[in-house]
């Protein structure tokens, strides 16, 4: 069987790629989230060029089922500052009442 996750590609400046971290448990239950990114230009040091991944889809990350206590404080760190630029992007799109909402969907955790 054909594995593409095998294949070596270099990233690009331009390339839109997915990032797709997931857990499965057989004939229990899945879990993935999935965010488009397109590859940016970041730094250049001593060691070569970087690249970066800026999100191009906005969709908050549901924090209902997260249990904080199994996250290092790095993740819990990472996940609030994701929800918050999910609403920073987006609610000056919104009406109160869908603002409201978005902010319950992104508060802290």
Not at 13 to 38: A, D, K, Q, W
Not at 88 to 99: G, T, Y
């Amino acid at each position: 069987m054909f594995n593409t996750a095998n294949i070596d590609i270099a990233i690009e400046e331009g390339m839109i790629t997915s990032i797709e971290p997931g857990l499965y448990r057989e004939g229990r239950y899945g879990i993935r989230i999935e965010n488009l990114v397109l590859s940016i230009r970041d730094q250049e040091t001593e060691f070569g060029e970087f690249m970066a991944f800026e999100t191009l889809t906005l969709c908050y990350i549901d924090t209902g089922l997260v249990d904080k206590t199994l996250l290092d404080q790095k993740h819990v760190d990472w996940l609030n500052q994701y929800n918050n630029m999910v609403y920073e992007r987006l609610s000056p799109h919104l009406d109160e009442e869908h603002r409201q909402w978005l902010a319950h969907k992104t508060q802290i955790i």
